[in-house]
C-alpha cells in the first residue's frame, strides 16, 4: 500500500520525502508536480513568503525515463529563504545568539509542543508545525493522483465561503450537476483570485480579505473537494479502520487549521427527516442511479459509485498582526503574543492541499480492490471489474 513521509523545517535547507508503494509504469514528471505545487502558491491573501518561495521539485529517485520504477520515489523542494536563516537554523552548533522565543500564540501549536517535546524555545515547533510542510505534501500526494488519473478518477475543488461571504448554495448545486469531470472545477477555480467559482462572491471576499489585512485580522472559510470517476466499492464497512470516509477524514483534517469535515450534505441531514435525506434510486438509461448525491458519494465507509463531495472547514490562521493576549512561558507574566510572518487567508491553498491529500487514501483503496504491481496489470483489472458491473 501507498505510504509517505515528509521532513524539513520551514525555514530549513529543503524539504524532504519519500512516498512507495506507487505501482511501477505511471508516467510522471517534475513539471507535472510543479504545476500543483504553483497552484499552492496562489491566492489573494498569502503572505511575503510567497513572494520569496518559487517552490520547484526535484525527482531523485523511483522514475526513469518518466516512468515510475514500483521503487520508492524520493523528492527534494528547496527553501530559498534558507540563506537568511541558515545560522538560526544551523544543524551544527554555532555561536550565533539566537533570542529564544517563549511567549505561544493562541490556536497555533506553540504551547502543546513546548511541553510535549521539553523545548525552552517556541521556534523548535514552529519550523515543524508550519503549513510549509504542506508543500512537500502536495507534491508526494501528487504521484498518487497522477495513478488516479490514469484509472480515469479525476480530484478537483474550489472555495465555498471565505469568513461571512460563501457562494449560493443554488449556484453550487446547478454546477455539480453540470460536473463531469472534476479537474474543470479546478480550472474554473483557479482563474479566481480566491477560487469561488462565482464572480459576485469573489469580489465581496476580496474586500473581506483587504478589510482583515487593513485590520491586522485573518479569515478562515470553507472549501470542497469533488471526485468523478470512482468506482463502487473502494473500502470496506467491514472494519472501521477500512472506511474510506474515515481514511479521507483523517488525510484532510491533518491538513494545518482545518477543524471540521463534511461529507454530501453531512450537518444538514443532522436537522432533517430520514425521508428528506437519503439518495433513492431509480433507472438511468438502463443502469441503476440515484436521484440526488446528498451522501457525497459514500454509503457504509464505501464509494457508492457517485460523485464525491467533501468539504472542510479552515479556521482563521492563528498568527496576528494585532496579537492577541498570551503569557510569557519564562517569566509567566501576561504578555501580548508575538507575530510570526504569516498569512490573512490561505483558504484558496487548503483547497488545492485538500485536493492532494485525498487522492493517496483513494489510490489505497484502488489498490486494495483491483491490486497489481504495475500500472498495466490494475487497468486491465478495473476495466474488466467496470465491463462486468
Known sequence: MIRYLTAGESHGKALVGIIEGIPAGIPLTAQYINHQLHRRQQGYGRGGRMSIEKDTVEILSGVRHGKTLGSP?????KNRDWENWKERMAVEENNFQTEKI????PGHADFAGVLKYDFDDIRNVIERASARETAMRVALCTVARRFLEECSISIGSHVLCIGTVEIKESLREKILMQIHHAVTISEQADRSQVRMIDANSERKA???????????????GIFEIIVTGVPIGLGSYVQWDRRLTGMIAQAVTSIQAIKGVEFGNGFDMARKYGSEVHDEFTVKHGKVTRKTNRAGGFEGGMTNGEMLIIKAAMKPISTLVHPLQSVDLLTHQEVKSRYERSDVCAVPAASVVGEAVVAVP???????????????????RLEKALVIR
Open 73 to 77: 520515489i524520493a523528492l527534494v523542494i
Open 102 to 105: 517563549t511567549v505561544p500564540r
Open 206 to 220: 476580496l474586500d473581506l480579505i483587504k478589510r482583515a489585512k487593513k485590520k491586522g485580522d485573518t479569515l478562515g
Open 362 to 380: 483513494l489510490a489505497n483503496t484502488v489498490l486494495e480492490k483491483y491490486g497489481g504491481d504495475s500500472l498495466r496489470e490494475i487497468k486491465e
